[in-house]
């Protein structure tokens, strides 16, 4: 399974951003997808996923700003990333499970200005 996440960028505080994460197997046959992140000194930590059967998970932390979707025609997941704070900047990540594998993209970095 490959990955490829982008849609990463520099954005000031409050503003949003989308992040997309496109796979190369239909994403409905990964048991999930996965968004991490990964602030510079702080461990690789989920903000969100959804699973083949469309269930989302969302951490507190972003509850209610960000939301998790995808579109089963492209298999691509989106994150969408609404009123961003400085303590959102870190690279974010794509990861998949899949026959008792993880599978990750390359990360794509957010960097939000106060």
């Known amino acids: 399974v490959q990955l490829q996440a982008f849609g990463g960028g520099l954005v000031q505080a409050g503003g949003s951003l989308r992040l997309s994460c496109a796979a190369s197997r239909g994403i409905v046959s990964l048991v999930a997808i996965d968004w991490y992140r990964q602030a510079p000194g702080n461990q690789r930590e989920l903000v969100a996923g959804i699973t083949s059967a469309g269930s989302v998970n969302i951490v507190d932390s972003v509850k209610g700003r960000f939301t998790i979707s995808r579109d089963i025609a492209t298999n691509t997941v989106y994150l969408q990333m609404n009123n961003l704070k400085p303590e959102d900047t870190a690279v974010y990540y794509c990861?998949?499970?899949?026959?008792?594998?993880?599978?990750w993209g390359q990360g794509t970095q957010v960097t939000v200005s106060s």
């Open positions: 990861g998949a499970y899949h026959a008792y594998t993880n599978y």
